[in-house]
């Protein structure tokens, strides 16, 4: 482990930060002896509100109820948007990147604002009130940083569905949230092939009763079907709408979004985000952790299908008044220099992107970061999976010429924002380690039986204090919420990680401890991928596990055991991910597919994953205590037929 090796502050970026090394000590103290006092101070310095609260917190963790900012009203737009007119109304809110290089496209905070309203009143006139949900399925476009804001303009509940997820997980989102409108696109471009949005919201609708509107951005401008009295043309609907729109005043309290994510069991649960205190820690994290100035160009590469690109490509920075840049295409189209181009092009200050890029684009060597110039470049970041210290290093040195503080960032779609990083004046960087918490944060480690443990210790991840960010409830099932989070460990938040902690007092993210998988940076649950693999009329039984991948992280490993007397064959592996893809996305294909005879499981059913994650690792000379299984032999036979790890 290298964690004896430390980058100390660089005194230049010190100097002008934000936070130093004691504003740090001196605040998170603060933070953590009176947080009612300290966020109440942040939520007036960062926040507009039209009326203020009347109690800080009331939290009952048992109950998983959190509420913040009891009583204050305010809305999110008034706060990214209208605040700034005056002072910053010409300044560029959204720098659009193409996904190829020849397209790209300025919005500044004044058009941005013009079109929300506009896009506002377009939803108002479709029936959208406070309160109901509203689908997204969009590529990075600029246009989705408007659809997005205009929910929140009305208090609609916006709910995005990652553009990579297909007509079936598409399905089951809008079902889930009972949204009637869901906008989308015609086509969108990435690594210069087309992606046919509107033909999986199509298939999806079919099986959505309750859908009854569909808003298209053409995009693409390309031929495509259209369904009439159901489908709306994004422009012609714009031009028709006016541009004054009131916002809806909103209760700290009242949702702004949902965002599924997967968790151990089951299908994917709906997360959901309330308005004052997600935008306070959104708002906050994004200046501190990136140290973000006045001025700035600032780019996260990550997708608003994700949390990331809610929190740290729109809510975060617009609410700060930053210039974000949107990117639609990938890191290696047209090349693989892509990220450091687009960084030279819009002298990006702050670059924010996942390991498993990073991993990706080291593979490809040192020159197509160096014949690049990245001189613009002054914070680093990463998040989304552990980062292992070589690409660590990597990053820093090649990328940041040792010049950039690189803030490896912890945190989940549940947490809202950022919970364990760096900032990058006062904390001295070990590469792998996401260092020290953030203000107000308080985690704790735990042995598997609840107990604390102190000092240099490695077990459960968990926060024994709420943060404002934090997410409320899982929409429709706040059993499920509390179960997920609050049962294992009572009193405390359950994050699904583990992480060490070093003498220095430093978090190392060990990974999930639970059945999720990390693939890419992109969270998916073993449950769902096993329910895709199980459809299939041959197949009896299926285990998924992870295993540990160069460059996406973790691989997808997959044991089916088929019917009696059914021969496995490659063109049924074919078929098999052929379901994957339909019934959640491209990116949940198992990279490996071992036909099993039987899978090892206890005398009472279970099956053993962590015999199966140690045969797909290759370690199975150590696999632990078997005396529980039904047939110890099976395990001999997965041995015998393992695969080959890439
Ligand atoms: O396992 C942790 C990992 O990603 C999980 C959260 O995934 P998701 O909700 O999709 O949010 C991703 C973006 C915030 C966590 O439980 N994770 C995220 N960031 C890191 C990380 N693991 C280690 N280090 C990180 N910096």
Not at 328 to 336: A, D, I, K, S
């Given at each position: 482990m290298s964690d004896q090796k430390i980058y100390p502050v660089n005194p230049q970026i010190a100097a002008s930060a934000h936070i130093d090394s004691a504003a740090y000590q001196r605040l998170y103290q603060q933070s953590i002896t009176d947080p009612e006092t300290f966020w109440a101070e942040q939520a007036s310095e960062f926040l507009d509100w039209q009326q203020p609260w009347q109690q800080v917190l009331q939290y009952d963790y048992p109950k998983g109820e959190i509420q913040w900012f009891l009583g204050g009203k305010l809305n999110v737009t008034v706060n990214c948007l209208d605040r700034h007119l005056e002072t910053r109304g010409d300044q560029v809110a959204i720098i659009w990147e193409g996904d190829d290089p020849a397209h790209d496209r300025k919005l500044t905070y004044r058009e941005l604002h013009t079109q929300v309203c506009q896009f506002a009143n377009v939803l108002k006139a479709n029936g959208v009130q406070k309160g109901d949900r509203v689908c997204i399925y969009l590529p990075m476009i600029a246009e989705a940083a408007v659809v997005i804001l205009a929910c929140a303009r009305i208090g609609a509940v916006h709910s995005i569905v990652f553009g990579g997820f297909s007509a079936d997980a598409l399905r089951d989102r809008v079902i889930d949230a009972d949204c009637r409108v869901l906008i989308c696109a015609d086509e969108s471009f990435r690594g210069g092939k087309v992606v046919h949005s509107k033909l999986n919201v199509d298939k999806a609708a079919k099986q959505c009763?309750?859908?009854n509107t569909v808003i298209v951005i053409k995009h693409t401008g390309h031929d495509i079907p259209w369904t009439a009295g159901r489908d709306i043309d994004y422009r012609e609907a714009m031009q028709a709408a006016s541009a004054d729109c009131e916002p809806v005043m909103m209760d700290a309290?009242?949702?702004?979004f949902i965002l599924y994510t997967s968790g151990s069991t089951g299908q994917p649960k709906g997360v959901l985000h309330t308005t004052g205190g997600y935008l306070l820690y959104a708002a906050m994290t994004h200046k501190y952790v990136f140290d973000y100035q006045e001025g700035d160009v600032y780019w996260c590469t990550a997708d608003i299908g994700w949390i990331t690109g809610h929190s740290y490509v729109l809510y975060g920075p617009l609410c700060n008044g930053a210039t974000s840049l949107m990117f639609?295409?990938?890191?290696?189209?047209?090349?693989?220099d892509r990220f450091w181009q687009v960084i030279d092009k819009h002298q990006v200050n702050i670059f924010y992107t996942a390991p498993t890029a990073i991993r990706a684009l080291m593979a490809q060597g040192d020159d197509f970061v160096t014949r690049t110039n990245r001189s613009s470049l002054r914070i680093l970041g990463s998040v989304g999976e552990p980062i292992n210290p070589e690409a660590w290093e990597w990053y820093y040195q090649v990328v940041g010429n040792k010049r950039c503080p690189l803030v490896d960032t912890w945190w989940q779609t549940e947490t809202g924002g950022i919970l364990i990083t760096p900032l990058p004046g006062a904390t001295p960087l070990k590469p792998g380690s996401a260092t020290l918490p953030f203000f107000g944060v308080k985690p704790a480690i735990l042995d598997p039986d609840g107990n604390i443990l102190e000092g240099e210790a490695e077990g459960v991840l968990v926060l024994t204090y709420p943060w404002p960010g934090q997410a409320r409830t899982v929409y429709g099932d706040h059993a499920r919420f509390i179960d997920t989070y609050?049962?294992?460990?009572?009193g405390y938040y359950f994050a699904g990680d583990g992480a060490r902690r070093d003498k220095d007092g430093y978090y190392w993210i060990t990974g999930r401890i639970d059945d999720v998988l990390n693939v890419c940076g992109h969270r998916l649950g073993t449950a769902e991928i096993e329910s895709a693999l199980v459809l299939h009329d041959l197949v009896a039984e299926a285990a998924v596990v992870g295993f540990p991948h160069p460059i996406k992280g973790q691989g997808i490993y997959a044991y089916v055991t088929l019917n009696v007397g059914i021969e496995g064959n490659s063109s049924l592996k074919g078929e098999l991910k052929d379901l994957v893809r339909e019934e959640i996305s491209a990116i949940a294909l198992p990279d490996l597919i071992q036909w099993a005879p039987g899978l090892p499981k206890t005398r009472?059913?279970?099956?053993m994953r962590r015999i199966l994650r140690k045969i797909a690792a290759n370690e199975f000379h150590d696999l632990g205590d078997t005396s529980t299984l039904a047939d110890p032999s099976v395990v001999e036979q997965l041995i015998a037929n393992r695969l080959k790890l890439p």
């Open positions: 009763p309750n859908l309290e009242d949702p702004l639609e295409g990938v890191p290696t189209y047209p090349h693989p609050f049962a294992k460990f009572p009472s059913g279970k099956i």
